[in-house]
């Protein structure tokens, strides 16, 4: 299997998921916390949902090299960072000769794969990833950082409480899998997640 390493050219302007004004505006319980408090759970999440994913979400131009097995053809590739945006440039890694348009085509609707009809070590400069957050990953990040906020106040483990005769029941407690990652969210993080090719 073909193997590749990642440069980055250009960082994205950000790594959250949200701006703050939004998770403000949808997470009620977050009202009497500041702005680095909230800014720091946000960062948070965002960092656990790209781990979940296992990959860079916001768009970067990046230099990716991807090297064959000897002897083969790279063949189809998962770009690291998709969709693909815009390719600057595929080029021999040897002597940075551009490799033919012929022999190489983005692929899938989605931007996320490559074909590469070459044997030898490229040199890939492209921005991928979503240059625009699409709304049903924030609103997914914006849930983890109001489970991190409602987790903040419970008591760990407590399920049901009674005082001077009156009771109530929370109902299950929810695992957290790092930052706010509800089971729930994790679940919805598969169509997010980074597509490998066998």
Known sequence: MPTSSVEVVTPAASYRLADLATVRVHVAEASGLSDDVLGTMLDAVSAAIARVCRRVLPAERVRETIT?????????????RRPVATVYSVTCAEDGVAVPSASWAI???????MRLDVAETVV???????????????????????????ARSRVPGLLREELDGYSY????DVALAGPGLSPGVLAALDTFKRVELA
Do not use: C, K, N
């Not at 692929?107 to 794969?113: D, F, G, K, L």
């Not at 890939?124 to 849930?143: C, K, Q």
């Open 68 to 80: 064959p097995d000897a002897g083969r053809t790279i063949g189809r590739w998962a770009l690291d």
């Open 169 to 172: 029941e929370l109902g299950r």
């Open 107 to 113: 692929e899938h609707r989605q931007a996320e794969t």
């Open 124 to 150: 890939i400069e492209y921005t991928g990833g979503y240059s625009v957050i699409p709304a049903d990953l924030v609103m997914l990040a914006i849930e983890a950082v109001r489970d991190t906020v409602a």
